[in-house]
């Protein structure tokens, strides 16, 4: 059945994307806000509509950024549509702020998996390659300046810098997911203000003390760390694989140690300043402070803590 409305609102929207990427292609560095306006009209029409109406309105914009600078238009259109529906489909579906959070996340580093492929295939530049040569001037410059300083390198020391600077390659994924969460957490806060001031709603990120990750989350990291006790292969996929997981999970478990650190705090009604210390204490005396963190989040989900400290009460 014609719904007016529901078109016409499709056309605003739609309208207010081709806007919103005008400006990103054809002003300098503006990409670095926009890229978190670009998803907000297809999370506000998925939010309304659902996400079969929002991707039929992604289709549409899609052809339509095509006739634009391709390389640019195409990758940028894929994230916005795919982050923001899915973002707004969880709003739909009235699930909770940090549920939301994931599947936006997921959306866009789709998104940027497109942007990366992009420039690998279209462009013919090459990533990986590009950052290796960088790193060769950089390890160059600097042998030269230590010796003009008169401090010599054996090579083996300069081997050992070339490695480490190297590794960032085989961290790429979870780069891109970092960068997907970063994406994704601005324009669902920016999107539930809006929604919360055209609609009255009351949508919100709950505190951070109440964050709390599922305990699959645990399993994934104890097995990813299993695999870390066998030789493998350091160039293979599963090293990889396993290399990201571990990085990945273990940052969203030492996020999960900080909010504990809070939860606590709050329950015990200590002063604020007593968690600003501790947190403040764990990033100065990295990675120990860090590792402490991780493990006490996962001591949080794994054996239930919160649960535990609740049923004392």
């Known amino acids: 059945m014609y719904d007016s409305k529901k078109v016409q609102e499709g056309v605003l929207l739609s309208t207010i994307y081709g806007l919103l990427l005008l400006v990103t292609i054809l002003v300098p560095a503006i990409e670095l806000v926009t890229v978190f306006l670009l998803p907000i009209p297809f999370v506000i029409y998925a939010s309304h509509h659902g996400y079969k109406a929002s991707l039929i309105l992604g289709g549409f914009v899609t052809v339509l950024a095509?006739?634009?600078?391709?390389?640019?238009?195409?990758?940028?259109?894929?994230?916005?549509?795919?982050?923001?529906?899915?973002?707004?489909?969880?709003?739909?579906?009235?699930?909770?702020?940090?549920?939301?959070?994931?599947?936006?996340?997921?959306g866009v580093t789709i998104g940027l998996l497109v942007l990366f492929l992009m420039i690998q295939l279209v462009l013919q530049i090459n990533i990986v390659d590009e950052y290796q040569g960088m790193v060769q001037e950089s390890i160059t410059s600097t042998e030269s300046l230590v010796t003009s300083l008169g401090i010599e390198l054996s090579s083996d020391e300069i081997a050992l810098i070339k490695e480490e600077m190297l590794k960032i390659t085989t961290l790429l994924p979870s780069i891109l997911v970092i960068c997907a969460l970063g994406i994704a957490f601005v324009t669902q806060w920016v999107s539930y203000k809006i929604l919360n001031w055209r609609e009255n709603r009351k949508l919100r990120f709950p505190p951070f003390k109440f964050f709390l990750l599922p305990k699959t989350v645990v399993w994934i990291?104890?097995?990813?760390?299993?695999f870390t006790w066998f030789e493998l292969d350091p160039t293979s996929s599963l090293a990889v694989s396993v290399v990201n997981v571990t990085n990945l999970v273990g940052l969203l478990l030492t996020l999960q140690g900080l909010s504990f650190v809070l939860f606590y705090s709050y329950k015990k009604k200590l002063a604020s300043a007593i968690p600003i210390l501790i947190i403040v204490g764990s990033i100065i005396i990295l990675p120990a402070g860090l590792y402490m963190l991780r493990i006490l989040g996962i001591i949080d989900i794994g054996f239930g803590l919160r649960e535990r400290f609740e049923n004392k009460k």
Do not use: D
């Not at 923001?84 to 994931?102: C, L, V």
């Not at 990291?221 to 299993?226: D, G, N, W």
């Open 66 to 106: 095509l006739l634009l600078i391709f390389v640019i238009s195409f990758p940028l259109t894929i994230m916005s549509v795919l982050g923001g529906t899915m973002i707004g489909e969880a709003i739909y579906k009235k699930r909770n702020a940090y549920e939301t959070w994931a599947f936006g996340t997921v």
């Open 221 to 226: 990291y104890f097995f990813a760390i299993l």
